[in-house]
DNA sequence: CAGTCCTCCTGTCGGC
DNA sequence: TGCCGACAGGAGGACT
């Protein structure tokens, strides 16, 4: 689930739930995530009014009334599930176990993956669940944003700075796969494995093309270059676009991937035919360090 | 430094 | 039906 798109469609959706909300309690069912959870959290967030829900590459950044930043990463498996009032009283919170949560029903494994919880000024509740636990939560200071260790690093957003000409300039003399170079969160942030095969199959570009084989001698972007940067965007765009649209029954914000599944040209349809107007391929499947790419052989050279 | 692997963790699915 | 291996949307870190 989590790519820019996912993660921009849940950041909508934390931010109509949770601005202008005080958080009255938080309830952390382990001391872990991918990494420890910064000492005194619950209790720094408890009494913490939500100021706004922002995005950074594929983290959420919740800004607090005291000027603290709370950063949440959803790994693979990470989801919040926004549980309205009504639903809360029926589920009775006080009969709630140490490492299970009482919303099973509603989270998925019985709750037993459901890691933090946040209870709110107006009766709702918001559960962290992550069965893989890859996700990672933090609090720090906003003053510490720009050396915090998992931002300060980060490339451009796709939509905010980055063109085909910084693109270029970023993969002078790579030689490794455009695919990876897609991936690699310090090239353009957002990019996941399934949009990084989308957009090479809609740039008619190959996934093993050398990175630095896209970059003119003089330094500039190539034709196709310019194009894999603009169906980048695009893709990003079409996904957060049909994400947008299922927000209005937000009351589950899981970010299954269901929604734009539909849209996939190559991602998960290997020995299926390729969908491109005019081509009669077949989808294959590759490795690239160690993960799963799809390409159609006919039309992406 | 760049590039390549491995790793964290649990659930699910397909093949035998 | 059960068991077992392969694989899953991320990305830091340890290697060569």
Known sequence: MPELPEVETVRTGLEQAWVGQRIDRVILRRKDLRFPFPSGMADNLTGQTVVGVRRRAKYLLVDLSNGQVFLSHLGMSGRYTLITPDEVARLNPNRLGVRQSVYGELTGFDGRHDHMEFRFSDGSVSVYTDPRR????????????????????????????????????????????????LLDQRFVVGVGNIYACEALHRSGISPTTPSNTLVRKNGKPTKKLERLVEEVKAVLEAAIAVGGSTLNDFAAVDGTLGYFGHHFQVYDREDGPCLKEGCNGTIERIVQSNRSTFLCPRCQK
């Open 134 to 181: 890859f996700g990672i939560a933090d609090l720090f200071e906003r003053a510490e944003e720009p050396i915090h260790a998992l931002l300060e690093h980060l490339g451009p957003e796709p939509f905010e700075d980055w063109n085909a000409t910084i693109a270029a300039e970023r993969m002078r003399g790579k030689r490794s796969a455009i695919k990876i170079t």
